[in-house]
């Protein structure tokens, strides 16, 4: 119960933290003194501090942008459509967001258009989490069961290609809404089967377990949901008049996620030293877990970062046919790899 009460504090102080950054506050101890000789960049990511992000600060931390000229502040959102603002609004040059929402808002708003110049989920990363000993064991299980998820997400959508490709109905589900700080305790209170949630979730809902507990899930992007999950994403106008700055931003992150991946315990502490709330050991299972959803076969072969056509062109195609948002602009329009080097 105290470990419970600190880590919900500590979760409390870094929510205030994003919340401020969300008003567009910047926080004077991330950012580094401004130098003539270098290029301010301003990059919104979309959720809370969690070891997941570490990567960027790691670029930072060993010097990858000052390598590159640029002189780097990071803003945490409390949200993707929060990132997106800021980058119509220019409040952000480029933000860490999910791609499959980005299309959405291709598709109803084209204006200003957006482009992901590196993929940083290749694996679509939304996963339910259950409690073991209950029944389920493979996907087909969640038949009849009740699944809860916050308003505003996209899961209940992507269940239908993750229903089709294990071969069930998934009309044959319930789903239930709670708030996004309110979901997981519902599913570890009985009143839901399972919860709909990012996976770098997974080592804060194993601190919750009580003793006996196990905690069991699957990921979309590992059953059959073959489309992208986040991106580095920028307007098509910051592409064009800043594309040789955007270019350095992307290849000194791609160096510094080399590095987190390679060691997780460093790459998160480069994170934890500006948010001392943050849990050291949950960190480093975050950024731990992110590795995976980061690299996937065509990053293993082309570089970390890379953009499969194809496989944005199945992204775009889920966001038209089960998302139901029509996108007048070709696929090709909305990512470049150009930004790899």
């Known amino acids: 119960m105290k470990n419970e009460k600190i880590y919900s504090e500590s979760k409390r102080k870094i929510i205030k933290a994003a919340s401020l950054a969300a008003a567009g506050t ?54 993707n459509a929060l990132a997106f603002q800021a980058l119509s609004a220019g409040n952000a040059d480029i933000v860490h967001a999910d791609i499959l929402q980005m299309l959405m808002l291709m598709g109803r708003s084209p204006e200003p258009q957006m482009r992901s110049l590196a993929v940083v989920g290749d694996k679509l990363n939304i996963s339910l989490f259950y409690l073991k000993g209950k029944g389920i064991n493979k996907p087909s299980d969640l038949v009849g069961r009740t699944i809860v998820d916050s308003p505003g997400s996209t899961a209940l959508q992507m269940f239908q290609i993750f ?30 089967d399972a919860v709909a949630i990012g996976l770098p ?23 059959g949901v073959n489309i992208y999950g986040d991106g580095l994403i920028t307007t098509e106008k910051n592409w064009h008049d800043k594309s040789d700055i955007l270019k350095a931003f992307v290849k000194a992150t791609m160096k510094g996620c080399q590095d987190a991946f390679a060691d997780p315990k460093v790459g998160a502490a480069s994170m934890v030293k500006y948010y001392p ?25 082309h570089g970390i970062g890379f953009h499969d056509p194809m496989k944005f062109k199945a992204t775009q195609e889920a966001v038209i046919n089960f998302l139901g948002q029509p996108i007048s602009k070709p696929y090709t329009e909305f990512f470049t790899n150009a930004a790899l080097g």
């Open 277 to 301: 709330e943050m849990d050291k050991i949950l960190s480093v299972k975050e950024l731990d877990l992110i590795r995976d959803v980061a690299i996937g076969k065509y990053q293993k072969e």
């Open 163 to 192: 229903a089709n490709a294990n071969g069930f109905d998934h009309t044959k589900t319930n789903w239930k809404n709670a708030s996004g700080n309110a979901k997981v305790a519902l599913m570890l209170q009985g009143e839901a």
């Open 26 to 79: 910047f926080f004077p101890y991330i950012n580094s003194a401004r130098s003539q000789s270098l290029t301010p960049i301003n990059m919104a990511i979309q959720w809370v501090p969690r070891g997941e992000y570490s990567t960027y600060y790691m670029a930072r931390e060993r010097g990858y942008y000052k390598e590159h000229g640029l002189d780097v502040n990071f803003k945490h959102m409390l949200g």
């Open 201 to 223: 979730a997974k080592p804060s809902i194993e601190a919750k377990l009580s003793p006996g507990q196990e905690l069991g899930y699957f990921t979309f992007g590992d059953h």
